[in-house]
T-cell receptor, first 117, second 111 residues
Framework: DAGVIQSPRHEVTEMGQEVTLRCKPISGHDYLFWYRQTMMRGLELLIYFNNNVPIDDSGMPEDRFSAKMPNASFSTLKIQPSEPRDSAVYFC???????????????FGSGTRLTVV | TQLLEQSPQFLSIQEGENLTVYCNSSSVFSSLQWYRQEPGEGPVLLVTVVTGGEVKKLKRLTFQFGDARKDSSLHITAAQPGDTGLYLCAGPNTGGFKTIFGAGTRLFVKA
């Protein structure tokens, strides 16, 4: 398996522009997570999906952020309009829930480094 | 609120030295995981510990889960430059499928 695939790896955009980040999870994994990582705040969970359905989006910072998972093999995180404070590394991760709710751990993608100027 | 506190925040050592990093909480966790994140990459799962007092070894890395399942440690023997990275501990929150991450210990091993 190729692992969790994210694109693009790097994105530089101007303030006010729309940014779309993409993720292909591992086939068969039923959970998908979007995280944001900064030096100041570490890893922050933005939203997660179970079987393509958003379960908890309480970490999404503002209405400017939205996420979709139209099918089991694809998810997007969109920021519109983007602001300089959105600059961070955005990670997608997928996971499989085991028997009795056991968490086998996450497989992370390589991330998208977003810079908003 | 469940929190995981990691210490030290930063560690710089010479190749061949031993080290221990810690992950502590006031809450009980059903399991804890350790991840290593190399620069420019996502975190990679190293191990999951489930039973209080459990010890797991992964080559030169030894992981221990506290008896009360509130803390964990990672010991590296004879550190190598390839061990350089950010070490994160993580655990599932109560009543959900979110994972709580600590802030991490940033390790630098000098050749």
């Amino acid at each position: 398996d190729a692992g969790v695939i994210q694109s693009p790896r790097h994105e530089v955009t101007e303030m006010g522009q729309e940014v779309t980040l993409r993720c292909k999870p591992i086939s068969g994994h039923d959970y998908l997570f979007w995280y944001r990582q900064t030096m100041m705040r570490g890893l922050e969970l933005l939203i997660y999906f179970n079987n393509n359905v958003p379960i908890d989006d309480s970490g999404m910072p503002e209405d400017r952020f939205s996420a979709k998972m139209p099918n089991a093999s694809f998810s997007t995180l969109k920021i519109q309009p983007s602001e300089p404070r959105d600059s961070a590394v955005y990670f997608c991760a997928s996971s499989l829930l085991g028997t009795g709710g056991f968490n086998y751990g996450y497989t992370f993608g390589s991330g998208t480094r977003l810079t908003v100027v | 609120t469940q929190l995981l506190e990691q210490s030290p925040q930063f560690l710089s050592i010479q190749e061949g030295e031993n080290l221990t990093v810690y992950c502590n909480s006031s809450s009980v966790f059903s399991s804890l995981q350790w991840y290593r994140q190399e620069p420019g990459e996502g975190p990679v799962l190293l191990v999951t510990v489930v039973t209080g007092g459990e010890v797991k070894k992964l080559k030169r890395l030894t992981f221990q889960f506290g008896d009360a399942r509130k803390d964990s440690s990672l010991h590296i023997t004879a550190a190598q430059p390839g061990d350089t990275g950010l070490y994160l501990c993580a655990g599932p929150n109560t009543g959900g499928f979110k994972t709580i991450f600590g802030a991490g210990t940033r390790l630098f091993v000098k050749a």
